[in-house]
């Protein structure tokens, strides 16, 4: 069976024949979007800074908020792609990324996730004090795929 390619996007409908076993079409897999994508790179990423500086990790919790709690807090103009907050009295520091703002930022994928990666290295930097050649001394150049 064979469909129309419409508007620039590909062939459409199934790639393959039913599997003769089961009689089911077999699913493709999917590029993870939108906020599985976006933790998939803030995972990458912090894997990545932890291999690199194991220590740099300890003690902080990291995750992701789709946007910032409370925009009034924030005296300037510019809205924050993230946020670290120090560790306390029995409580870990904690290193938040904006989903949004850093999405709205990036151009591309390989743009969001360079992005996650920089705005990860900035918080834990300033959390930790640990310069960005010992977070990351490879550079942000380097291929992630």
Do not use: K
């Not at 508007?7 to 089961?22: C, D, E, F, K, S």
């Not at 740099?56 to 907050?85: K, M, T, Y």
């Not at 743009?111 to 942000?140: C, K, M, W, Y």
């Amino acid at each position: 069976m064979r469909r129309r390619e419409r508007h620039g996007r590909g062939l459409r409908g199934p790639l393959a024949q039913p599997n003769p076993l089961t009689g089911t079409a077999i699913p493709l897999r999917q590029r993870p979007r939108g906020v599985d994508y976006f933790a998939e790179c803030l995972r990458a990423s912090v894997a990545r800074t932890a291999s690199a500086c194991p220590r740099a990790v300890v003690g902080i919790d990291i995750g992701f908020e789709e946007v910032p709690g409370n925009l009034a807090a924030w005296h300037s103009q510019r809205v924050p792609l993230a946020a670290a907050v120090p560790a306390q009295a029995g409580r870990n520091g904690q290193v938040v990324l904006f989903r949004r703002p850093l999405e709205h930022r990036a151009n591309s994928r390989g743009e969001l996730r360079r992005l996650v990666h920089r705005a990860l290295l900035e918080q834990l930097s300033a959390l930790t004090g640990i310069g960005f050649d010992e977070l990351d001394p490879n550079g942000e150049t380097d291929d992630w795929d």
